[in-house]
C-alpha cells in the first residue's frame, strides 16, 4: 500500500523522500476511550516499587537496534525477534532498556529481516515495530525501559535538539528524520507521545529522557553556546508524567560541568552527577531514577586505569560521580559492560567489571542496565558471542551483581 499522507498525533503528515514529514494545520481527531492505566511505579530510598507496594529489582539488558540505521531491534537477518526476548527471559533478565529516536516515529521502512524466521514484519513501519515489540516483551513479563538515545539514527548527538541546519541537514551527521531542525519542543511532544502511547503497558516502567548529554552541555550554568540538563530534565519530567504519571524518570549523568563545585576527574558520557549534589533536579523524589553510564577501558581509558592500586582505587571515583545519591535517590546504572576479557584490552576490563560488580553489591545497588545483549557493539561485545552463543562468564557476573 502506497501512503502519500496520513493524521499522527492530531497532524497531518506527508511522505517525502520516504519520511513522514509534518505538514499543513492540526487536525480535529475524533475523541477515543481512555486506555486502562498501568501500573504505577515509585522510588523510596534506593529502591523501585510497583503500584502493590511490591519492590521491584531490574535485572536489566539494552537491546539496541531501533536507534540506529535499521530502525529495528539487531540481528533479525538470523535470530526471530519473539525469540530475543524469550531468550533474554531465560538467562534471568526481567527487564529491557530499549533505546529509540525520533525516526523509529516517523520513518515509514525499517531494514532487512530474514522472512523466514521473521514472518509478517513485511511493510511494517517501525513504529508499529516497535508496538509489536513492546507488546511482546510486556506479555512476557519484561519490565520496559525506553531510552530517547539522539535526535537521529545517524549519531549520538550532543543534547537533546538540533538547530544547526549543518548539522540536522541531508546527509549531515546529525540528520534528523525530516531534515530540518529539531527543537526541544519536538523532544517533549515525541517523549509525551511514547509515554502515553504505551500507557496500557503495565511493564512500561519509565523513559531514560536522553542518551549521554556531553560537550555542548553543562547543568545549570548559562554559558553561551551551552545547553542546561537540569532545566531540560525538568520539562521532560513534567511533561511525562503529566502524560503518564505511571512512569519513573530515568536521569542520566553528563560531562564535566566545570562549574568550580565539582571534583575534577576522567569522565564517561552520561557518568556525571556532581551537580545534582549542590543544585538538585525539581523532579518528584519518589519518580525520579538516577541512570549513569560507566565503563571500563575497552571502552574508554582513564588516566585512573594505569594507576599502581588499580583496580582498587576505582570506587571512590564512583562515589564522587554518583555512589553519593544512593540510597536518597534511586541510583540504577543504565549502561556497563564490556569484552570481558575476550579482546579488547584483555585482563584488565575483566578487572575493572569485577570490580564494579564488588563496589555496586557493597552499596546495596542490584539493580542495572548491561550493554548489550546482541555481540556487534564494537567496544563491549554482547551477552551472546559472534556465533551467538551466551557468554556464560558475563551471566556468571551478573548472577552475582543480582545476588
Not at 111 to 118: E, F, I, Q, S, T
Not at 157 to 182: I, L, Q, S
Amino acid at each position: 500500500m502506497k501512503i502519500e499522507s496520513l493524521i499522527l498525533d492530531g497532524k497531518i503528515y506527508r511522505v517525502i523522500d520516504g519520511t513522514l514529514v509534518e505538514v499543513g494545520a492540526p487536525v480535529v481527531v475524533p475523541p477515543v476511550d481512555p486506555l486502562p492505566t498501568a501500573k504505577g511505579y515509585t522510588a523510596k530510598a534506593g529502591k523501585l516499587y510497583d503500584a502493590a507496594g511490591k519492590e521491584v529489582q531490574l535485572r536489566g539488558i539494552s537491546h539496541f537496534g531501533f536507534n540506529g540505521g535499521n530502525l529495528q531491534p539487531e540481528f533479525l537477518w538470523s535470530m526471530n525477534w519473539k525469540s530475543q526476548i524469550a531468550q533474554m527471559k531465560s538467562l534471568g533478565f526481567n527487564a529491557i532498556r530499549c533505546p529509540f529516536v525520533p525516526n523509529t516515529l516517523y520513518a515509514l521502512k525499517h531494514g532487512y529481516v530474514d522472512p523466514r524466521l521473521n514472518p509478517g514484519l513485511d511493510g511494517v513501519t517501525p513504529m508499529q515495530f516497535l508496538d509489536l515489540w513492546m507488546a511482546e516483551a510486556n506479555s512476557q513479563g519484561m519490565y520496559i525501559l525506553l531510552d530517547f538515545h539522539s535526535v537521529s539514527k545517524m549519531s549520538q548527538y550532543f543534547h537533546w535538539f538540533v538547530t544547526n541546519p549543518n548539522d540536522y541537514k541531508a546527509g549531515a551527521w546529525a540528520e534528523t528524520y525530516d531534515r530540518a531542525a529539531y527543537p526541544e519542543e519536538k523532544w517533549l511532544r515525541d517523549l509525551v507521545f511514547v509515554a502515553s502511547r504505551y500507557k496500557a503497558l503495565p511493564y512500561f516502567i519509565g523513559i531514560d529522557i536522553f542518551n549521554e548529554p556531553h560537550d555542548r552541555v553543562k547543568w545549570n550554568t548559562v554559558e553561551p553556546g551551552i545547553a542546561l540538563w537540569k532545566p531540560a530534565a525538568e520539562k521532560a519530567s513534567a511533561a511525562i508524567l503529566a502524560a503518564n504519571p505511571n512512569l519513573l524518570i530515568f536521569v542520566q549523568g553528563m560531562t564535566a560541568n566545570w562549574d568550580g563545585k565539582e571534583k575534577a576527574l576522567p569522565i564517561n558520557w552520561g557518568e556525571n552527577l556532581q551537580p545534582q549534589g549542590y543544585d538538585s533536579l525539581t523532579i518528584p523524589q519518589d519518580k525520579l531514577v538516577f541512570c549513569p553510564h560507566s565503563y571500563g577501558p575497552d571502552v574508554f581509558v582513564k588516566p585512573s586505569f594505569s594507576a599502581a592500586n588499580y583496580p582498587a582505587n576505582l570506587a571512590a571515583d564512583w562515589e564522587t560521580l554518583f555512589g553519593f545519591l544512593h540510597p536518597k535517590f534511586a541510583v540504577i546504572p543504565g549502561e556497563w559492560g564490556g569484552r570481558y576479557g575476550v579482546g579488547g584490552t584483555g585482563a584488565k576490563d575483566k578487572q575493572w567489571q569485577d570490580a564494579f560488580v564488588e563496589w555496586m553489591i557493597s552499596k546495596g545497588i542490584r539493580s542495572s542496565f548491561y550493554w548489550c545483549y546482541t555481540p556487534n557493539s564494537g567496544d563491549t561485545g554482547g551477552i551472546l558471542d559472534d556465533q551467538l552463543n551466551v557468554r556464560e562468564d558475563k551471566m556468571a557476573l551478573l548472577r552475582r551483581h543480582w545476588g
